[in-house]
């Protein structure tokens, strides 16, 4: 049995002005009729394999969170304010049983291929009963430059590999050539892990990290499915990402590569290129929008009736009194335009 252990933390202002405050990125319909966040815990919902979930948030996101359940019997473990990946793990860990596997995900992902995604899952699973801390790689289609590179080395059996090492975002000429090369893997920041290992590890490589988690959990205070942790001693946790606190450490970590149809919906270009198109000429709108003459658009008009005519390539998201129209091209803008925003 594994406990899924679902990331919720994250603001998502690079989809801005949709994604803001308590209605982030991954409580947002961008896919189909779900919030990524629903679509996440559905993934893992076959109470014959996995356990009720455990949901890292912070208190702005508890009402979402409990609105968007459902009937799911996740349990919520509330963060007074962030402090990155490794933190979030290891509040997830001191709440655990040592021998628990607990499969770690963000909530904002997009997986397509659910089956792919459950074998991947199944051969990480026993790697991580053999003390692997396991990360999971996407196999690549492209040199894409936003993402990290894990890089496969010995062969384990079943799937998985030893990690050789993992590569910070490269520049382009260097993508190309680990794609040309293969053997690389993009990293998607999935992990699964016995709970008693990664908390030895963390002991190892970040003990103020384990620690100030460990005292947060043991001193926080438990309302109905929520155990909001203690702010005093949480923290003290030094803001670190998993993958440097540990992962880049330890000396046994593997991959499991595969193709699973992962996107982390990174920006409305992303969100463009997975929707459904609205017509022949690669446009992708939602809500009361009328296109002329206009290709390879993205409209989402949100409560206002939009009309753009003769454009190309561009995006017009509308939320409450909040427009943004801009090029797909730039979509790694949009972060500037919401700092901007009082």
Not at 18 to 41: C, H, N, P, V, W
Not at 60 to 67: K, L, Q, S
Not at 131 to 147: K, N, S
Request: with cysteine; charged share 20%; net charge negative.
């Amino acid at each position: 049995m594994i406990q899924p252990v679902i990331l919720c933390g994250g603001a998502g202002t690079r989809l801005w002005p949709e994604s803001r405050g308590a209605r982030a990125k991954q409580f947002l319909s961008l896919t189909g009729s779900d919030s990524l966040f629903q679509q996440t815990i559905a993934r893992t919902a076959d109470a014959m394999r996995f356990l009720p979930a455990v949901i890292l948030c912070g208190e702005a996101h508890v009402a979402i969170v409990r609105e968007q359940m459902g009937r799911s019997e996740a349990g919520l473990l509330v963060e007074p304010m962030p402090r990155n990946t490794a933190a979030a793990i290891a509040l997830a860990v001191a709440q655990a049983d040592r021998d628990t596997l607990l499969l770690v995900m963000p909530s904002d992902h997009v997986i397509a291929d659910t089956s792919s995604f459950q074998e991947a899952i199944a051969k990480g699973a026993g790697l991580a009963e053999q003390d692997w801390l396991v990360t999971f790689g996407i196999t690549p289609d492209r040199p894409e430059t936003g993402f990290g590179y894990i890089a496969s080395g010995d062969a384990l059996g079943n799937g998985g590999f030893a990690v050789d090492r993992f590569v910070e975002k490269p520049p382009l000429e260097e993508a190309e050539k680990m794609i040309a090369a293969g053997g690389y893997s993009w990293n998607a920041g999935i992990f699964l892990f016995r709970a008693g290992r990664m908390r030895d590890a963390m002991q190892t490589h970040c003990p103020e990290v384990l620690h100030a988690a460990e005292a947060a959990v043991a001193a926080g205070a438990r309302e109905g499915n929520a155990l909001y942790v203690d702010a005093g001693t949480f923290g003290d946790a030094p803001s670190v990402s998993i993958d440097y606190a540990v992962m880049e450490k330890d000396g046994r970590v593997a991959v499991v590569p595969a193709a699973m149809g992962w996107s982390d919906l990174g920006s409305w270009q992303a969100v463009h290129a997975l929707g459904a198109s609205s017509d022949d000429c690669g446009n992708v709108a939602t809500g009361d929008a009328v296109l002329l003459d206009c290709r390879a658009c993205l409209v989402r008009a949100g409560d206002k009736r939009v009309s753009i005519i003769g454009l190309e390539g561009m995006a017009v998201v509308v939320d409450g009194d909040d427009i943004l129209i801009l090029p797909l091209s730039r979509s790694q803008d949009v972060r500037t335009a919401a700092n901007a925003r009082p």
